[in-house]
């Protein structure tokens, strides 16, 4: 067992003894992102809020048939989306995982950025960014990234967030979402053509080819 595992064993086992300390660790660690996931789901903070409460009840209540067939993390994130999308449905705010569109169904780029000679050329190619990491990081320009994400469809909202925001790997985004592999490249790779999109288009940074 490696000291990860080892470590995770260790606060599972110490929830299950109702260990206050351990619990109020883990809130401090997971609740802001549990927070930011929820809100995908539902249409206020407050009621974020209350889905993450909701959660860390779960947690309580179901730690003892926690089997630790996949990581402590994941299985307080299934808790929380199963709560999240109830709440969700009923503000008639969420679509199923599974009604996700599949590889090819929709462009990544806009078709009108392209020539109509049909080769892939540029109509309206992105051009180099000035001092980029210098204007990304600028309050205004995270605003702009926030809110693309915001505006993505619920499935690459939540890939996106999982991998580019909560810094998630690969292997826990596809076992979080149970979406397969390929499925999970392709909605990342598409939340993250329209959020260069976005960007792009703040910095003014497309220009006409001809």
């Given at each position: 067992m490696d000291r990860d595992s080892a470590d995770?064993?260790?606060?599972?086992?110490?929830?299950?003894?109702?260990?206050?300390?351990?619990?109020?660790?883990?809130?401090?660690?997971?609740?802001?992102?549990?927070?930011?996931?929820?809100?995908m789901y539902v249409a206020t903070d407050a009621v974020a809020e209350e889905v993450v409460q909701e959660t860390w009840l779960g947690v309580l209540n179901g730690i003892d048939r926690f089997e630790g067939r996949a990581s402590l993390r994941t299985w307080i994130f299934r808790i929380l989306v199963n709560i999240a999308k109830t709440r969700g449905v009923r503000e008639a705010r969420s679509i199923p995982f599974s009604s996700v569109a599949t590889p090819g169904?929709?462009?990544?780029?806009?078709?009108?950025?392209?020539?109509?000679?049909?080769?892939?050329s540029w109509a309206l190619a992105p051009v180099p960014w000035q001092t980029p990491e210098e204007r990304l990081l600028t309050g205004e320009t995270r605003d702009v990234i926030?809110?693309?994400i915001t505006m993505l469809p619920p499935a690459q909202r939540e890939v996106i967030t999982l991998r580019d925001i909560e810094g998630w790997s690969?292997?826990?985004?596809?076992?979080?979402?149970?979406?397969?592999?390929?499925?999970?490249?392709?909605?990342?790779?598409?939340?993250?053509?329209?959020?260069?999109?976005?960007i792009e288009r703040h910095l003014n940074a497309m220009e006409p080819t001809a």
């Open positions: 995770e064993h260790a606060l599972v086992e110490a929830l299950r003894r109702g260990d206050e300390r351990a619990f109020a660790t883990l809130v401090a660690d997971q609740a802001s992102m549990l927070v930011r996931v929820a809100r169904d929709e462009p990544s780029v806009d078709p009108d950025r392209f020539l109509e000679s049909g080769d892939g926030l809110r693309a690969s292997e826990e985004v596809r076992n979080a979402p149970e979406v397969t592999e390929t499925n999970q490249r392709v909605l990342l790779h598409r939340a993250r053509s329209k959020v260069r999109g976005a």
